[in-house]
């Protein structure tokens, strides 16, 4: 059975660091394109960092991009988010996922599996 359990969240200030783990059982994370997301309240859940292990792409979406990143313990089997320069913007509640597809993609509909979420509050 698929399972992703994310950590990690919290209450930070703006400029902190956080790290958001998702551990997944039932498949290893070199067999999915995996995905991390985000949904602030009244807004549509996006993507903001995907990758594919099968043909090497990755996304980032623009408000990420050089603040953001992810890594993998395979030993482990667990993806990791490592958000830097934290925006009062990056408010959400944050959820990796997993997909049964070959490339790359940031739309929330083409993912299978999901963590249940953590909540990352950004405010001074």
């Known amino acids: 059975q698929v399972q992703l359990v994310e950590s990690g969240g919290g209450l930070v200030q703006p400029g902190d660091s956080l790290r958001l783990s998702c551990a997944a059982s039932g498949f290893t994370l070199d067999d999915y394109t995996m995905g991390w997301f985000r949904q602030a309240p009244g807004k549509e859940r996006e993507g903001i960092l995907c990758y594919s292990p099968s043909d090497g792409g990755a996304y980032f979406a623009d408000s990420v991009k050089g603040r953001f990143t992810f890594s993998r313990d395979k030993a482990k089997n667990i993806l990791y988010l490592q958000m830097d320069r934290l925006e009062p913007e990056d408010t959400a509640v944050y959820f990796c996922?997993?997909?049964?597809?070959?490339?790359?993609?940031?739309?929330?509909?083409?993912?299978?599996?999901w963590g249940q979420g953590t909540q990352v509050t950004v405010s001074s």
């Open positions: 996922a997993a997909a049964r597809i070959a490339t790359v993609s940031k739309d929330p509909d083409e993912y299978d599996y």
